[in-house]
């Protein structure tokens, strides 16, 4: 599986298009947030002859969610996101208010239930899909086996990790989530977040304090 990364959005999130040799391309996290954002996705396609096939997110907050729309109309795919986190795409006007980011047309749900299927497919690839509860109710990581892909949105970022004061957020979920789901993938997995850049598990569990500390048992995450 090939990954591309692009930023986008005044919240410098990354969008993930990832492919295989059928050309087919998912997208993960579509952030793209104007005409100029949707343009450099449109050409990334058509430099790649890439043919989207499927738009999936992690979770539910607006600066991964502002491209979904945009790429569900021209490209006709469907968008998949875990109900649990349906609520902030009701939110998102609200919460770019807060942020101070325009937010264009959202879909007003997903039209696959990420809840309800255990992988996502595009091409001859499937996404494994992990629920990685606490940064929202329904965040989700998306791993890839054979490459050792993981996709950690807002859960895990390289020497951090994501912030749990927001609505639905929960400190106790999260590294519950990294302890039980992420950690046990193996160090040499590389982890691909929604902000910043990529690492490995295994410079994660030397270098990351939260992940340092949930290891050595200082923190209670089993409630
Ligand atoms: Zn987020």
């Known amino acids: 599986m090939k990954i591309a990364c692009l930023q986008f959005n005044p919240i410098q999130e990354n969008t993930y298009v990832v492919w295989d040799d059928t050309a087919q391309c998912a997208v ?7 005409e100029r954002e949707n343009a ?10 890439l ?15 502002l491209g979904v729309e945009w790429l569900r109309t021209t490209y ?9 986190d349906r609520f902030l795409l009701e939110n998102a006007s609200v919460s770019g208010q807060i942020f101070g980011v325009k937010i264009g047309a959202m879909p007003a ?26 940064h929202t109710p329904g965040h989700v990581s998306l791993y ?20 749990t004061d ?34 490995t598990i295994g410079h994660e569990t030397i270098y990351n304090p939260f992940v340092v500390e949930v290891l050595g048992g200082e923190v209670n995450c089993k409630n």
């Open 28 to 34: 993960i996290d579509a952030g793209n947030s104007n």
């Open 40 to 49: 450099a996705l449109r050409n990334f396609f058509e430099e790649h002859g």
């Open 51 to 65: 043919r989207p096939a499927v738009a999936v997110n992690t979770h539910g907050h607006f600066d991964h969610t």
């Open 76 to 84: 006709g795919i469907p968008f998949a996101l875990s109900g649990k």
């Open 109 to 134: 749900a997903p039209d696959i239930d990420l809840d309800t299927v255990p992988e996502i497919h595009f091409g001859d690839t499937a996404l494994q899909v992990i629920a990685t509860p606490g």
């Open 144 to 163: 890839e086996p054979q490459s050792k892909s993981l996709f950690t949105g807002d859960t895990l970022f390289r020497e951090s990790i994501g912030r």
């Open 166 to 199: 927001l609505p639905g957020g929960d400190y106790s979920w999260i590294m519950r989530s990294i302890l039980e789901k992420i950690l046990p993938l193996g160090d040499e997995v590389r982890i691909y977040p929604g902000h910043g850049p990529e690492s």
